[in-house]
């Protein structure tokens, strides 16, 4: 099989291929977007399976939530929605989360856009999720509470991983999970997808002979996306998964 470095001296073995011989990469994940393996399909919520979300939260930034399923043996993971905005506090997102309008918020029905709406109606149907998310979000805000505690107080516990804090053990755990994740097909999941194809380090020059120590990848748009599929992938706990192969 193939052998491919990245910056950080791992190496995968990805399979056969002509196009993937002699290539290096220096983007977390993006060795294994190259070779098309993340299916995307006809993947929508089942009632049948654990639902789960995770969350990156911001304000200046967006705030980005991802809902997953994984199958009952935890050998396949479906990413079947995700949202993102910026500039809105956590009680934009609430509906999002219940599938319905809280009298208390600060946001009406109003405020949201069809597509949006369209979402939380979908939701309302779905049962409750396990959620996960940033560690950071216990910090308190500017009005003296935290995300994590506002979200509490509305019924929506955030359970956190302190592995979550540090880049290395997030990407350890997302490379395993890419190795079984499933995108239901749509512009919110694909975009998803296209994130974690995306991200990359700060650029630098990488001497084959030294090793580089660990850094974050860049902060650009792709961050979101890629922050919630590794605070599921933390959370979670799938410790191996079988490499999946170049057609």
């Not at 590794?230 to 490499?243: H, M, T």
Request: some cysteine; glycine content about 4%; aromatic content about 12%.
């Amino acid at each position: 099989p193939t052998k491919i470095r990245t910056m950080q001296g791992d190496i995968f073995q990805v399979g056969v291929d002509p196009k993937l011989e002699g290539m290096e990469i220096f983007d977390p994940y993006k060795w294994f977007s190259k070779a098309d393996l993340v299916p995307i399909g006809d993947y929508p919520y089942d009632p049948q399976l654990p639902l789960y979300t995770s969350t990156d939260f911001g304000f200046t930034h967006n705030t980005a939530i991802a809902w997953w399923q994984t199958s009952l043996d935890k050998s396949k993971v479906f990413l079947i929605d995700f949202v993102q905005n910026s500039q809105k506090v956590i009680d934009y997102y609430l509906p999002f989360y219940t599938g319905k309008f809280s009298k208390d918020s600060s946001y009406k029905e109003s405020d949201y856009t069809k597509e949006e709406l369209d979402k939380i109606k979908k939701h309302s149907k779905w049962k409750g999720a396990r959620n996960f998310g940033d560690p950071a979000g216990k910090q308190k805000t500017i009005t003296d509470t935290s995300v994590i505690r506002k979200l509490s107080q509305s019924g929506i516990h955030i359970f956190t991983n302190e592995k979550a804090k540090s880049f290395a053990p997030r990407r350890e755990a997302t490379k395993i999970l890419l190795r079984i994740l499933y995108i239901n097909k749509g512009k919110e999941t694909e975009f998803f997808l296209e994130c974690l194809k995306q991200a990359r380090y700060p650029e630098s020059r990488v001497d084959s002979q030294k090793t580089s120590a660990m850094v974050k990848p860049i902060h650009d748009f792709t961050a979101d996306a890629r922050a919630c599929a590794e605070y599921f992938a933390v959370n979670i706990g799938i410790k191996r998964a079988k490499p999946r192969t170049v057609n």
